[in-house]
């Protein structure tokens, strides 16, 4: 009875499904032509593909929205798809934080190493710079 | 023992050559880098002319990255002893070496220079905090003192000396946003000996302190995130000792 009186409420038109298929289907062209440019680096996309892929599906099989939704316990079928898109995101954010993290240590590394690499040379040079001079000297 | 100085410099043109030039006088038979963390002054110069190595970080990365420069090559040079000063002149040359002395006595693995242990006196009569400074120091050492269950006075002393186990932990775990108060932190919990020794610090020569009442009160939220997280890391496999 429940499903019965909120159906209208997930009863997305023909036309609603349409466009949400096209953009889906828009978006994962735009996350492969990133790629082609190489703009975007394929271990990243694959997260991104998948999202299109979902928007695909949800515009394909509207229903399967509706039982997510019971499952979940929401009768509101938007609050459930805002949710999972939510949540979806949520974890993406962290996961670039975390990345960023990394990539962060990684560049203090490599500054370090530079840093040390030039002083190193430059020591090394101003030793051979002595040197050719006493033997200019003593030529 | 070979020895290495090091002096982590941002901006401090005036006071870096006078700072090489003390380190020199002091402790003519150490040897002398100057990481210059992204100056955007004439301090790499200045130390240069100075007479020290000089290794520059490409851009500002923050004084825990510095330090950790300075400890990388403190290890990878074989050096058996290293320590650091502040390049704004407020650490005397002479209480470095100092604090070497424990090192090369081998009572201790890392030495924390200390301003307020004056010897004989609980506080140091020439070195007058400000309010929201002292609140900080106070929470920090509690804070210190309950992670470690060792009592730390200056927690956020830039003056320290240390010997190859601790070069080995800091050149591979050094925090870049904490530097100071995580580095004691982590050194306790590696099983290190810590030690801290009373110094006598000078005004700073240049430049003034970065705190401001909000700055300080984030400050210290931040450290105590850091000093409640670092009570959870893994322990560091190679630093067993």
């Keep these: 009875m429940a499903a019965a009186s909120q159906s209208p409420k997930v009863h997305l038109t023909s036309q609603t499904r349409v466009i949400a298929a096209v953009l889906a289907l828009a978006f994962m062209a735009l996350v492969l032509e990133l790629i082609r440019r190489d703009r975007l680096q394929e271990r990243f996309s694959v997260v991104w593909f998948v999202a299109g892929l979902g928007m695909l599906i949800g515009a394909a099989f509207p229903g399967l929205l509706t039982l997510v939704a019971d499952a979940m316990g929401v009768r509101d079928t938007n609050v459930a798809l805002f949710s999972i898109v939510l949540l979806f995101l949520l974890g993406l ?22 840093a040390l690499e030039k002083a190193r040379a430059q020591s090394l040079s101003s030793e051979n710079g002595g040197e050719a001079k006493s033997k200019s000297l003593e030529s | 023992m070979r020895t290495l100085v090091f002096i982590p410099a941002w901006n401090e043109e005036d ?30 110069e200045r130390a240069r002319a100075a007479g020290a190595l000089v290794a520059s970080l490409p851009f500002n990365q923050g004084l825990g990255a510095a330090l ?9 040079e074989g050096y058996e002893a290293c320590a650091h000063l502040d390049a704004d002149g407020q650490h005397p040359p002479a209480e470095v070496a100092r604090l070497l002395g424990e090192v090369y006595a081998d009572r201790a693995d890392l030495v924390i220079g200390s301003r307020y242990r004056d010897p004989g006196k609980a506080e140091s009569d020439d070195y007058k905090p400000t309010i929201s400074r002292r609140i900080g120091t106070g929470v920090f050492r509690f804070f210190l003192t309950l992670a470690t269950r060792q009592r730390f006075t200056d927690t956020t002393s830039g003056m320290r000396a240390a010997n190859r186990r601790v070069m080995a932990l800091f050149s591979e775990r050094y925090s870049p946003d904490f530097a100071e108060i995580e580095s004691l932190q982590l050194a306790v919990r590696e099983g290190l000996r810590v030690e801290e020794l009373p110094v006598r610090m000078l005004e700073r020569a240049g430049g ?24 959870f890391r893994p322990r560091h496999a190679g630093a067993e000792r």
């Design chain 2, 15 to 44: 006071s870096v050559a006078a700072v090489i030039a003390d380190v020199r006088e002091c402790m003519p038979e150490a040897d002398l880098l100057v990481i210059d963390d992204g100056s955007t002054d004439a301090t790499a």
């Design chain 2, 68 to 76: 950790q420069t300075g400890y990388l090559h403190a290890l990878r």
């Design chain 2, 208 to 231: 003034t302190s970065f705190l401001t009442p909000l700055r300080s009160a984030f400050f210290i939220f931040k450290g105590l995130i850091v000093l409640v997280v670092g009570q």
């Design chain 1, 93 to 114: 954010a962290l996961n670039f934080s975390v990345t960023m993290s990394r990539q962060a240590a990684q560049i203090t590394r490599l500054a370090q190493e530079r």
